[in-house]
């Protein structure tokens, strides 16, 4: 036989080479996900779910296959293949509605797979980017619950960073400046209610007044006249400060409080802003008006979060809930139900429906 040259005896060697690492990576996919074609039917799981070090009881009940992640696609016994197919059709604007038009779509399906975990494949359409929390058969359901916090000892960079609104914050300080706390409140009931609605749950911790020196004789200061009723919608500081228990801090308060806000509807919104305490609100009350129809509304259809996060009366959950469903459903011309849909859960300010509209964009 006669002797190879060397070139051609490397050419040789490296063409073993490939064909033999080609084969072996053949032969591992073909063993471990059967991506090329269905082969060797002693590999098939005897039953409906894969097997998994994951063991039974983390298993979920229900596959979402709407908007599930491919690790509990693949709980359920599917291939990678099958399940990168799913999330294919799925990420390109597909909804799966039932197991015949999966069963139609997905190319090379272990149809006896399929039907065998039928019953568990929930075809429920995708609301919200995050999935609901599952439910395991047998495992023991731990209820979360929100940490306490004591009035007393509230820490303002602790109730900040869970996502407090600077006046709420202000109703709590001035609470705690005017009074004696006593008792605890989880942070979620902190931080998801507004002003008004806080101050209202601090009044049921009041436990007694902080002492406050009486002004002698000699500084007291003579009453003054009676002043005409004032409308908060378009008074200016001047005419705040004439009223009794509003200095000129008070009135800049009240003036950059209805700038946020877009109007006043109510004068009981003053209730809880800081720094107006409890007995000076009692004594300028009488002399308030509101004129509710030069109001500002916020058009959920039309406006943008920045513009809805920026009202103290639209906690974030609630802006990140209606931006997701604009975003999913672009055409959609939002309701009143819908806005109701996603504040499920959240506490609302009595006020908050009076600053949201539905009028129909172009």
Known sequence: MPRLPRLNRRLWDGYTAFALITFVVFLYFQLRNR???PCFPWFEPSSPYADSIVPLWRRPDSLFVNYDSP???RLFGFTHSEAAWIIFFR???W?????QQLDSMIPQIDHDHLALVASCISFRPRQYRVRPRPTYPDA????PRSPRIPLFLADSL??????LSPTAWDTLATYQRNFILAGSL???????CSPAELALRLKAHVRATRHVAAPSLRDSVPQSPTPDPVNLNSATPEQLSSLPGIGEKTAQRIIEFRRSLGGFVSPDQLEGLWPIT???FQRMRPYLTVDSQSVAKINVNSSNDTKMRRHPYFPPLLVSRIWQLKMQNPRKRLTREDVEHCAEGIELSPFFWHYVTYEKTR
């Open 35 to 37: 991506v090329i074609f």
């Open 71 to 73: 690790h509990h696609i």
């Open 91 to 93: 990420d390109r604007g």
């Open 140 to 143: 023991p359901s731990f209820a």
């Open 186 to 192: 989880p942070i979620d009931s902190l931080v998801n």
């Open 278 to 280: 409890p007995d000076n």
């Open 95 to 99: 909804t799966y509605e039932n197991v």
């Open 158 to 163: 602790q109730l900040t960073l869970a996502g």
